[in-house]
């Protein structure tokens, strides 16, 4: 039995620490080492220790992605150089002329490369609300090859059913990808509810500490992983040693970060709601959220993101609380320790038609918060004197 095969059975916390972290076999070091080489020496040709070339495969890479498949309880994992070079991979499995089905309310970086690199090689794309299960089944038609779910959805916090669509997935023959992004491994994994592909922006919570830009995606399916190592092999979007470092580094941290995340988000989640300028407030672990049952079974928690709009629905209003935080940073991304406050319309959904994000229910006044494991007191009095 090797060393991840021993952690199956392990609860997270275990996993999360000891995920491919196997001592280093020259020097015991029980960290793993940053391989920072960019070949490898062979002892005749073809004969070589498994690894011949970076961009093809790094030993701390290595560790790195089977790590990825551990807490994701998956059997291969694939980490890139940024959460949309992964997606980008997934999207290369298709031809021209094939339909993906995709969620409405997604963040903006995937529906950017959706539509302005994709669509102009013969690859459509149908937008549902994937909340309603029913809606994927009414777009799906012989072309369909690919659904593409968030679950919760960036930045309206949006449920969708895994399991209900990846047994409609199932039944269609198509592939069905998960960013799980929001949720993290430590909340949520798509692939025991049926998915193929589970994708995440590493840069967010698996990282957790904003300091390093990754992807990853991880799946069950031996021929599909060898479609997308090829690709990642052939494309070459693929992470330094450094930066599987600092990942392996986040995962190990994993578990308790998300606890404190998940805490903080109730009370700063609730704060929100009973303040007397705010109109809604987004977040999934409220009995009244739109599938908050769905949330509830197949998430251990509720997390630390959440959107919220002021009954002064100004885009002078949002600024004015956007500039006035001091705990809480202006600035895009997510999933770190530190808060974030963020502005959707133009930053990370930006590249979304206003039309269109308007249609979704993102408004210019939406402010999207990720909240950091602070003490949630002193983010509570931050955002206190921010909305007056």
Known sequence: MNHNDSLSNKKPATRFIHAGAEPDPTTGAIMTPIY???????????QHKGYEYARSQNPTRTALESALAVIEN?????????????????????SPGDEVIAASDMYGGTYRLFTKVFEKFGIKFKYVDTTNPANITAALTDKSKLIWIETPTNPLMNITDIAAVAAISKKAGTILCVDNTFASPYLQNPLDLGADIVMHSSTKYLGGHSDVIQGALIMNDASLREQLYFIQKSCGAVPGPFDCFLVLRGIKTLH?????????????????????????????????????????????????MLSFTLKDASVEAATKVL???????????????????????TMTHASIP???????????????????????????EDLKQAIG
Request: glycine share 10%; charged share 20%.
């Open 36 to 46: 920072q080489t960019s070949t490898y020496v062979q002892a005749a040709p073809a």
């Open 74 to 94: 998956g059997k291969f994992g694939l980490a890139f150089s940024s959460g949309v070079a992964a997606t980008d991979a997934v999207i290369k499995l298709l």
């Open 256 to 304: 308790v970060r998300m606890k404190q995340h998940c805490e903080n988000g109730i009370v700063i989640a609730n704060y929100l709601r009973n303040h007397p300028k705010v109109d809604k407030v987004y977040w999934c672990g409220f009995t009244d959220h739109h599938n908050h049952d769905i949330a509830k079974k197949q998430m251990k928690g509720f997390g630390g």
């Open 323 to 345: 500039s006035s935080t001091i705990l809480f940073s202006l600035a895009e991304s997510l999933g770190g320790v530190e808060s974030l406050i963020n502005h959707p319309a």
């Open 354 to 380: 206003r039309e269109e994000r308007i249609k979704n229910g993102l408004t210019d006044g939406l402010i999207r918060l990720s909240v950091g494991i602070e003490d949630a007191d002193d983010l509570v």
